[in-house]
């Protein structure tokens, strides 16, 4: 399976990553990747940026060593109604949109409050991708995210961190529950590193385990292939696809 996009990246303005942009980048070119999202962590997460740094997203080249980047964040989902720690006029110049539940910013609630804290994000027009839904610390009705997925355009994200990551520990089966949920209902879904050092950038191996297991149709995949992805944000209504979206 050739996935070629990484959207989920983190840099040292993450405030616990340990990577540059450029050293990102590098990285992704090296590997081959045609496209990477830059989604540092939103202001509610300790030790991360200012919004200021989102701001200013747009000085970045279109591509840099032939990857194209795109300009993005991670955000914190803050409360049950969804709101996010970014406000709209900063998600609106922006090119991709994750939103997430850290347990570094909320309190988990009861599965219903974290089902409802998603599905209220997933209101919000440019919220883009769902981060790693199959954390543990936050339970969820799955089956009903991902219907709002499906009914709000927006991508569940396999996290291939989620594997690794200590803080998400015991993610695995609840990945394979949601991914064999996004097949079911056909929701697409979108591979993610959640890279927090450039090595990481498109490390993929647990998730395409997953997508082969559970025999994912590659429709549904929305890193194979960059046209799809950014037919996607045209859809979307992303303002760097501006010009094609009134074409289209
Ligand atoms: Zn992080
Ligand atoms: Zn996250």
Redesign the pocket.
Known sequence: MDLLIDV?NHTIVSGHAYSTIQEIAAEASRKGLKMIGITD?GPAMPGAFSSSFIGNLSILPDFIYGVEVLRGV?ANILDQSGKLDVPERRLKRLDVI?A?L?DACVRPWDTKGNTLALINAMENKYVDII??PGNPAFQIDKEAVVLKARETNTLIEI?NGSFYSKSRFGSKDNCYEIARLCKKHEVSIIVGS?SHFSFEVGRFDKAIKLLEDVQMPEELIMNTSVDKLKKYLIKKGKERYGKQANTD
Do not use: T
């Open positions: 989920h962590h991670e994750i997430g850290h981060a790693h996290n959640d």
